[in-house]
């Protein structure tokens, strides 16, 4: 089995999971939590049974609340629900839930500012920009044709790729189950791209080792062996994280679930896409390179 | 022997260390007591003096690992926002910079990830702050509840009152607690940015010999005699001030002044927004998934497995501290950034021992196998890392919980880095010169033994896709 062979249906391969996602991601975009959007939020005195005001929301088709228990009742935080549905959803909790009583309705506004929001997408740029400079000259060592811009630029696509297929898996995931994504999201998106560029970056390592060496015929050769060389560490590593977030998965509670969901998936594509994306696109641009050259 | 010298003085140091760590990480700290009866009637041995109450050596920490809001609930405060001097169009905007202001305070206070957010019922406006814990609610509340409106103003001709100028808290840089030199007492020293300093420079001039009030919310706090013009656009607040109130205004100033005045409505504590049975099944998860990785590495690796185990303790018990000392603040982000540095410092073990076991089937035994192994799996280790410390650097900038994210995650890498190519090393260098590691076996390497006798290798997941192509 030669994998950097069959690099166009590694390509594809990724393709089928990231048009339909940016397609939705242009479309319906990503469904925000009230963290981002504000919303309303209702007080209840005399009751602290979560649990059951939990119920009777869920039952009055109210989504993606948050009740937080507070020293004199509960807090219900939801997106802006409308007069009617407030009014009867009060009647509902008073009735349902004993002793408890409705105390306050607030619009309420965003707690996380679209500063921080903001910050976080031009960061991702920014940490883009950083990586291919880096890259660049840590790698400038790779004899020719080769060019460590290349690595760069192939890592930060590779990064990239991670980044899309996970926002991609959740804005279907939003528009067809009505999954939000909250501030931890963001923290997840950022694991996901450190730990891809952690993972073609070692790849890379071997490749530019490999290349110095020069002990193989072509450049795909040599791509070809130092990836199956770092198979075995590729598969471990990725292997062990993913070990930590299944156990996290399926014990870790409801409240954290599309988050480790979230770690899941950009684990998973990191290592796809450092074995058979990024290391074949190198390949794959030497060759454009050659016939570009022979045109 | 030098190198094994070396080797013994490195262990030593890790055990140090590990000793201090765990002087950190144990709750309320270590004591050592003997037994009080026997003792109790000598006061003192030859080398060490012991307490009456028999305790030989005592170290307290009331460090604790700090939780955050989701993980630990904490206060709840509600403020009204006095709008009757805004005009009605300008009250959203004058909301959302309020917020921001309240958010650099507590920032600066050092009370992590707040969750700050406005609210409006009808004509009434309020914010909502909740700050994790407890502790510290009272001095947070006296940051963020002032309006921090620094005036100077000037003596009128008569010199029995005092008239605004137009300089005031709008045209400062920054501000910084500093000391009096002769007399200790704290002081604040403000930098005003140009116009300030050029509008400073005009006011001492036209003020020499005269007093200068410093005004902080409409009360006087000191009103200096202007010996000469000042240029340059430094300038003192000295009071009677305690070092935390300096401290505090400190912040209020860099933080800007409030843009509406606001009143404290209610206090009350909330519980953590994730559910307790959701946080504790998560650590139940986390301890688990340390032991299966554990597992793996031991099964897979054999007896590098085993030290690698041993390195993931000395990684644990390290960054614990680490988070103690620091006193970072560990939300569910922050557990995210930990599991990420978890697998990233068990990435290191893995790139080393395969790269050994590289060696070790290109025919070198252990003890050549493992310091090349050390060595040629550095550059990797080393760009990968960097490049995830870049990462790190950049996202201390994006604010709120991603920066506690940042910290932790960069924590765990440079601790990983350490722990592997010290604590790790110096353990694997006090049995690489034994005869048993000879044995390819206990390394999980195929074909021969170092010793000449082939070595079977039952389990290797990877061995499908190791066959070198040609």
């Given amino acids: ?295 | 022997m030098k190198s094994k010298r070396r080797n013994w003085i490195r262990v030593s140091i890790l055990v140090i260390f590990l000793l201090l760590a765990l002087g950190v990480d144990w709750p309320g700290g270590v004591h050592f007591s003997l037994p009080k009866p026997k003792f109790a009637t000598q006061k003192s041995f030859p080398f060490v003096n012991v307490k009456k109450d028999g305790t030989l050596f005592k170290f307290d920490n009331n460090l604790d690992i700090k939780e955050g809001l989701d993980l630990q609930g904490g206060s709840h405060l509600v403020y009204t926002v006095d709008m009757s001097k805004i005009a009605s169009g300008e009250r959203s905007s004058a909301l959302a910079s309020l917020q921001k202001v309240i958010e650099n305070r507590i920032n600066a206070f050092g009370v992590s990830e707040p969750v700050v957010y406005t609210g409006k019922n009808g004509n009434e406006y309020r914010v909502t702050v909740e700050l994790a814990g407890v502790k510290d609610t009272d001095s947070a509340m006296n940051i963020i509840g002032k309006t921090a409106k620094l005036a100077f103003k000037e003596s009128n001709a008569d010199g029995s009152s005092f008239t605004e100028t137009d300089l005031g808290g709008a045209e400062l840089k920054s501000s910084s607690v500093a000391f009096d030199q002769t007399t200790g007492a704290p002081y604040i020293s403000i930098v005003f940015n140009a116009e300030g300093s050029k509008k400073f420079e005009e006011i001492t001039g036209r003020n020499v010999g005269k007093p200068l009030a410093i005004y902080l919310d409409e009360t006087l706090v000191s009103a200096p005699n202007v010996n000469a013009q000042i240029s340059g656009g430094n300038a003192q607040i000295t009071g009677k001030f305690t070092l935390q109130e300096a401290k505090n205004l400190s912040i209020q100033l860099n933080a800007g002044r409030l843009p509406v005045p606001i009143k404290l409505a209610e206090q009350r504590t909330v519980e953590a927004t994730l559910g307790q049975e959701s946080i504790r099944l998560s650590i139940v998860a986390g301890i688990l998934g340390v032991i299966v990785v554990s597992l793996f590495m031991i099964f897979y690796y054999r007896l590098l497995g085993v030290f690698s185990t041993l390195g993931l303790a000395l990684y644990l018990v390290f960054t614990l501290a680490l988070f103690k000392i620091f006193g970072i603040t560990l939300t569910m982000g922050g557990i995210a950034g930990l599991i990420l540095s978890i697998g990233m410092s068990m990435e290191t073990d893995v790139l080393v021992f395969e790269r050994i076991r590289e060696e070790m089937r290109n025919g070198r035994n252990f003890d050549h196998a493992y310091n090349l192994g050390f060595n040629r799996a550095w550059s990797s280790i080393r760009d990968s890392n960097i490049v995830s410390l870049i990462i790190c650097a950049l996202l201390l900038y994006a604010g709120g919980s991603i920066r506690g994210f940042a910290i932790v995650l960069a924590l765990g890498i440079i601790v990983g880095l350490i722990t592997t190519f010290l604590g790790t090393r110096a353990l694997i260098e006090l049995i690489a010169r034994h005869k048993f590691v000879s044995n390819n076996w206990l390394f999980n390497v195929e074909g021969e033994d170092q010793t000449g006798k082939p070595s079977k290798t039952r389990f290797s997941l990877s061995k499908m896709f190791t066959r070198r192509n040609k």
């Fill in chain 1, 1 to 295: 089995m030669n994998l950097i062979k069959l690099r166009k249906w590694w390509y594809i391969l990724s393709l089928v999971i990231i048009i339909p996602g940016t397609l939705s991601l242009l479309l319906w975009g990503l469904k925000p939590s009230i963290d981002f959007t504000g919303g309303t939020q209702l007080e209840f005195s005399g009751t602290k049974d979560k649990a059951k005001l939990e119920q009777v929301a869920k039952a009055q088709k109210v989504e993606n609340f948050v009740v937080t228990v507070s020293q004199d009742g509960l807090i219900l935080r939801t997106k802006t629900v409308d007069e009617a549905k407030q009014k009867s959803l009060k009647t509902a909790v008073e009735k349902d839930v004993s002793g408890a009583k409705q105390t306050r309705v607030d619009t309420v506004g965003a707690s996380i500012s679209q500063e921080i929001t903001r910050n976080s997408i031009l960061l991702v740029f920014a940490a883009s920009a950083v990586i291919i400079c880096f890259i660049a000259f840590s790698f400038r060592k790779v004899p020719k044709p080769a060019n460590s811009v290349e690595f760069g630029l192939v890592a930060v696509t590779a990064l990239l790729h991670d980044a899309l297929v996970v926002l991609g898996i959740f804005s279907l995931l939003g528009h067809f189950f009505g999954v939000e994504v909250d501030p931890l999201f963001i923290t997840a998106i950022l694991t996901v791209i450190g730990f891809s560029v952690h993972d073609t970056i070692v790849i890379f390592d071997r490749i530019r080792e490999n290349l110095i060496k020069g002990s193989y015929d072509s450049f795909e050769d040599t791509v070809s062996v130092s990836v199956y060389e770092m198979l075995p560490r590729t598969i471990n590593t990725s292997f062990l994280v993913w070990i930590i977030l299944l156990v996290l998965l399926i014990f870790g509670g409801s409240s954290i679930r599309y988050f480790v969901l979230a770690l899941v998936i950009g684990v998973l594509s990191g290592s796809y896409s450092s074995i058979l994306n990024a290391s074949p696109l190198l390949v794959t641009w030497q060759e454009l390179k050659a016939k570009r050259k022979r045109a």
